[in-house]
């Protein structure tokens, strides 16, 4: 069975908070709740992939020198 513990509900104006006790913090600063029936499900936010993060990022704006690269003359294979 699934570890539980007893937590106390706090009403703060328009909110109902709950307090989340020593052991069962979860990492970061933000989190998704499910309602699922008359249960509450907490779980954290997943990071993000790598096209999210791509598409946070601007395009560079510096301009970088030309450099000479010159194709090589003859392939030679393993």
Avoid: S
Avoid at 33 to 50: F, H, S
Avoid at 68 to 73: E, Q
């Amino acid at each position: 069975m699934a570890e539980q513990r007893r937590v106390r509900l706090i009403r703060d104006g328009h909110n109902q908070l709950v307090r989340v006790p020593v052991g069962f913090e979860l990492p970061g600063n933000e989190a998704v709740m499910y309602r699922v029936g008359d249960r509450l499900l907490i779980e954290p936010v997943r990071k993000r992939g790598l096209i999210a993060l791509l598409e946070t990022m601007r395009p560079i704006e510096e301009c970088f020198p030309e450099i000479a690269d010159p194709a090589p003359t003859e392939w030679r294979g393993l």
